[in-house]
């Protein structure tokens, strides 16, 4: 993963953690299974991103493409 996407990845990441933890603070209940549920999807979001960028990162950077020659 390059710089910028580690960028994105931090400024979406920091103000869901900062929603998470509101959403915690507002439950009279104390119900942990919906949070533990939306922890578990976020983890396996950012598995798929994570490897489906470094693979196709992998497959981009093989070589460059010839030059056209347009007459």
């Known amino acids: 993963m390059g710089t910028t996407s580690y960028i994105f990845f ?7 953690l900062a ?5 915690i603070r ?8 919906g949070l533990l549920l939306l922890l578990i999807g ?3 979001a950012a598995y798929s991103i994570i490897t489906l960028d470094k693979n196709f990162a992998k497959d ?7 030059a056209s020659s347009f007459r």
């Open 10 to 16: 931090g400024l979406l990441l920091l103000p869901l």
């Open 19 to 23: 929603f998470l933890v509101w959403v």
């Open 26 to 33: 507002q439950d009279k209940k104390k119900n942990y299974i």
């Open 42 to 44: 976020m983890v396996i």
């Open 60 to 66: 981009k950077m093989q070589a460059a493409p010839k």
